[in-house]
């Protein structure tokens, strides 16, 4: 495996235009050899599986020699050299540090880690066990880019049986796994789940592996008469899943847009601001998936659109980031026109626009800095002084970066001109 992912890197480089007979050692012991400080190291711990300074090395030897290099900077040439890496078979993913170092991450070592039920920050790049000890990270991290996309898409995640999501389409491979009561309640089947239900199927225990009820399932998908019938046979429609989130039907019908499921389960006395343990409620996940009806209604019915979670993020926060299925600008204006705060902080420092500006959403950054953000409370650093362009650009949104960088530029660093009203120009 050593060997697959070196040869990977050097072509990865000769792609790049670098001459590889430069990097030879010139140690005649060790001829043909690459030089010691580009070897190809193993890491410990639960990082990346190995590291290589070898672009560091690469842009040193061709100054000492003065060639020419496309690269005057090694963390350009890491770049540069990872987005080739990702194609690369024997890697899984490869990250790039302060000064060029590359972090590989090789398929067998994240199978193994997978296997151990760990899962990878993309913030910092170490692997967490699922669950409480990646939620308490991310929370307590000292490093905003650990609330990554992809930290944050795992606590919002869908409630998922194998490769199935709690909503009334799923996958094939996740119907095989789904118990035919549970796969009723996600289709709408009302005879099917009475026949089930009259043949002795306890409906009252049965629970998926994510710890979610036959109640969520309904919700999820919006068949108002399969939690009609449940609510018959005495099942809680209010009760949290177990494991999910702490998420209740409610979440799960706000989440896909089901209007007449939250209607209903609001007349079961389900309250309209509950909240799941990361303190995300109804209206927060209809507004990350973009579902306005679903939003209009819970507002109507008093939700609260201000309500920040245990992170400190509001609605907007959630809406910016543009990730879901039904995201649109209209979500944006939704919560603009109710005064939502698109400035507001969250534990991080980060506001609608820092989101806006990670996930890649150029058309929402637009319009958040036309709707007020185009001002210093907004365009801050973070916690750890990133800026929004620096989120921006560190997530692979480049072009953003720059128009990004440029709007910050006029805010922080052009220097004020004051003239006394009494001067002639």
């Not at 540090?97 to 790049?125: F, I, M, N, T």
């Not at 170490?126 to 990270?137: A, D, W």
């Not at 289709?187 to 306890?202: A, F, I, K, P």
Request: aromatic residues 6%; negative net charge; glycine residues 8%.
């Amino acid at each position: 495996m050593d060997e697959e992912i070196e040869a990977a890197i050097l072509q990865a480089l000769e792609d790049e235009g670098v001459e590889l007979r430069y990097l030879q050692e010139n140690d005649p012991r060790r001829p043909g050899q690459l030089g010691r400080s580009m070897a190809l190291r193993k890491t410990t711990g639960d990082g990346s599986s190995h590291s290589s300074n070898i672009c560091s090395a690469v842009v040193k030897r061709y100054q000492g020699r003065q060639l020419a290099l496309p690269f005057s900077e090694p963390l350009d040439l890491a770049l540069a050299v990872r987005q080739r890496l990702l194609r690369a078979p024997p890697l899984a993913d490869v990250r790039v540090e302060q000064g060029g170092e590359l972090r590989l991450y090789s398929q067998p070592y994240c199978d193994a880690q997978k296997r151990q039920g760990k899962v990878l920050c993309k913030g910092c790049g170490v692997f967490y066990l699922e669950g409480n000890p990646m939620r308490t990270h991310v929370q307590n991290s000292k490093d905003s880019r650990c609330f990554s996309a992809e930290a944050a898409e795992y606590y919002l995640r869908s409630c998922q049986d194998g490769a199935a999501s709690l909503a009334a389409a799923t996958t094939v491979e996740g119907a095989k796994t789904l118990d035919p009561g549970f796969q009723a309640a996600r289709d709408g089947d009302l005879d099917q789940m009475c026949h089930l239900v009259r043949n002795g199927w306890d409906v009252s225990r049965a629970v998926d592996r994510h710890g979610n009820t036959v109640v969520h399932w309904a919700a999820g998908g919006g068949h108002v008469e399969i939690l009609r019938f449940l609510v018959s046979l005495r099942m809680d429609p209010c009760e949290p899943s177990a494991k999910h989130q702490n998420r209740c039907g409610l979440h799960w019908a706000a989440r896909n847009g089901q209007v007449e499921a939250c209607r209903f389960l609001l007349e079961q006395r389900s309250f309209v601001d509950v909240q799941t343990d990361g303190g995300d409620t109804p209206l927060m996940l209809a507004a990350w998936q973009g579902h306005i009806d679903c939003c209009a209604f819970l507002g109507e019915q008093r939700a609260d659109l201000h309500h920040l979670n245990s992170w400190g993020c509001n609605a907007m926060h959630k809406a910016a980031r543009m990730d879901g299925k039904h995201s649109s600008l209209e979500m944006l204006r939704f919560l603009l026109s109710h005064n939502v705060a698109a400035s507001r902080a969250n534990c991080n420092g980060h506001n609608a626009l820092h989101k806006a500006a990670q996930f890649g959403s150029q058309e929402a950054c637009q319009l958040l800095l036309e709707a007020g953000c185009r001002c210093r409370e907004a365009m801050c650093q973070d916690r750890d002084r990133n800026s929004p362009s620096s989120l921006a650009f560190a997530a692979g949104h480049h072009s953003l970066a720059g128009e990004l960088r440029h709007t910050e530029d006029l805010l922080w660093l052009t220097p004020a001109v004051y003239r006394d009203p009494g001067d002639h120009p």
